[in-house]
């Protein structure tokens, strides 16, 4: 135990709580990113505040309590595996720029977004059913969105990634939907309705069938292969791009 304070000393981690069995719960935050660490080097229990470990060498998130009442950030690291990862977060999740290939293991349960953005993921199964907040997982491998959640609160970021299909999208968006700089096609799959902006440019997108509904921001087609308009979004509240296509005249 008593190596266990000293180490918790030596990190600047106040109010804690070694239990019998050694695990270390936190009333508040618990913020250990930039120490250059290869490992979490004590097991914690419940932190009741966020759990802050980015920016060092971690390759695996043994140590990290199973429960955080806050946010918790994982971000530039070194993981190939969410494995370990708390099952209930009461904030946001950032596991953005590592190497993770699979997101098993993420947790069940988030209370604000989820940012998976800059890894290695070619899919998306394991990232929980609902994301109350934002979904980011841009800048990936995907070739589709099958395992996305079925409902986010608000934005959904998937650009800069290998799509090809947009299938496994959620039905409705409450924020923007921008799946630009991808390998697209066709926007069959797309949300039904886009409460923000919706973004679809530089693809190679010769329709606009399956495009939203409704859209309650700006519509951008821009940098795309349209010959034509059939198929855009009956109701967009805001702007209109569609430049840069090889649209025809009548």
């Known amino acids: 135990m008593q190596d266990t304070t000293t180490t918790l000393n030596d990190l600047g981690i106040e109010n804690y709580t070694i239990r019998e069995d050694g695990l270390v719960d936190v009333d508040g935050d618990v913020d250990i990113r930039g120490k250059d660490l290869t490992s979490i080097p004590v097991q914690f229990g419940v932190v009741t505040g966020g759990f802050f470990c980015h920016h060092n060498q971690l390759t695996s998130l043994e140590g990290v309590p199973a429960e955080v009442g806050g946010s918790f950030s994982c971000s530039h690291n070194q993981l190939t595996s969410l494995e370990g990862a708390p099952a209930e977060v009461g904030g946001s999740f950032w596991c953005g720029s590592n190497q993770l290939t699979s997101l098993e293991g993420a947790p069940a349960k988030i209370c604000g977004s989820f940012w998976c953005n800059d890894n290695w993921l070619t899919n ?27 409902e986010v609160g608000d934005n959904f970021w998937c650009q800069s990634n290998r799509l090809e299909s947009l299938k496994g999208a959620p039905v409705k968006v409450k924020g923007g939907f921008c799946c630009s700089h991808n390998r697209l096609t066709s926007l069959e799959g797309s949300p039904v309705e886009v409460t923000g902006n919706f973004g679809c440019s530089h693809n190679q997108i010769t329709s606009l069938n399956g495009s939203p509904k409704v859209v309650g921001g700006s519509f951008f087609c821009d940098h795309n292969q349209l010959v034509s308009l059939e198929g855009a979004p009956a109701k967009v509240s805001g702007d209109f791009s569609c430049r840069n296509n090889p649209l025809k005249t009548s």
Do not use: I
Request: aromatic share 4%; glycine share 14%.
């Open 124 to 150: 998306l199964k394991g990232v929980p059913a609902k994301v109350k907040g934002d979904f980011g997982c841009s800048c990936n491998q995907l070739t589709s969105l099958e395992g996305a959640p079925v």
